[in-house]
């Protein structure tokens, strides 16, 4: 079993729409989840990063963590076609577990 | 937020020649780098962690010998692909855990890809 499920989509919304992308975990004593994107050739930029459960905001985004249902999700607001690349979910014991990655495109 | 700089972005190599990446935290400290391995539209692999001042740690599956890791300072890992193969053709991303604030933030460098001729 996979430390990470993410739906690797791919996820096309129209400007201005929410994007809502979703992990689950297996291992219950995860305590660190973070979003990463990815754009095309290029390393991945941490988005958002929260620690046990409950929802973290910065500007458009929103992260969600469910620990009782090992849900994970990020939530983007008002999306623009900068925001298309890839959404990685991660989990961090010591090191990183990354989901499959889930590309979105934001049309314009 | 911490800088990571992955040192070449790219590079193209002769079959059978080594080549060397270098990871560089720009300002803060890492006690420990971590290698991957991502192909086209899939998502990233751990190939290794890296601790300064001792051996990396391996994951199952990846050649030691073939993938050399040196963490020789708090701010310098490399890897370096010995005598590569086409299959070894690849992006390689290097991240960083700033050694204060451990368990809550990797950094990535910006990936270095790979083309064995």
């Known amino acids: 079993q996979k430390e990470v499920e993410q739906d690797p989509g791919p996820l096309s919304v129209p400007e201005g729409a929410i994007v809502s992308l979703n992990c689950t975990y297996s291992?219950?004593?995860?305590?660190?989840f973070m979003w990463y994107r990815q754009y095309s050739r290029k390393g991945p930029e941490l988005l958002m990063y929260t620690y046990s459960s409950g929802n973290k905001e910065d500007g458009r985004f929103t992260a969600q963590v469910d620990k009782s249902s090992k849900y994970i999700s990020l939530f983007i607001r008002d999306s623009q076609p900068s925001d298309s690349a890839t959404y990685l979910c991660a989990v961090n014991d010591y090191k990183l577990s990354f989901g499959a990655g889930t590309t979105v495109t934001v049309r314009a | 937020g911490a800088v990571v700089s992955q040192h070449p972005s790219w590079v193209i190599c002769k079959s059978g020649t080594s080549v060397k990446i270098e990871c560089r935290s720009l300002d803060f400290q890492a006690t420990t780098m971590f290698w991957y391995r991502q192909f086209p539209k899939q998502s990233l692999m751990l190939m290794a962690t890296?601790?300064?001042?001792?051996?990396?740690?391996?994951e199952q599956g990846v050649e030691k010998d073939k993938f050399l890791i040196n963490h020789a300072s708090l701010t310098l890992s490399t890897l370096t692909v010995t005598s590569a193969h086409p299959e070894d053709s690849s992006f390689y991303i290097c991240?960083?855990?700033?050694?204060?604030?451990?368990?809550?933030?990797?950094?990535f460098g910006q990936g270095t890809r790979l083309t064995v001729v």
């Open positions: 291992n219950s004593a995860f305590q660190y």
């Open positions: 991240s960083a855990r700033d050694s204060e604030t451990q368990n809550t933030q990797a950094f």
């Open positions: 890296s601790n300064e001042g001792s051996k990396a740690t391996y």
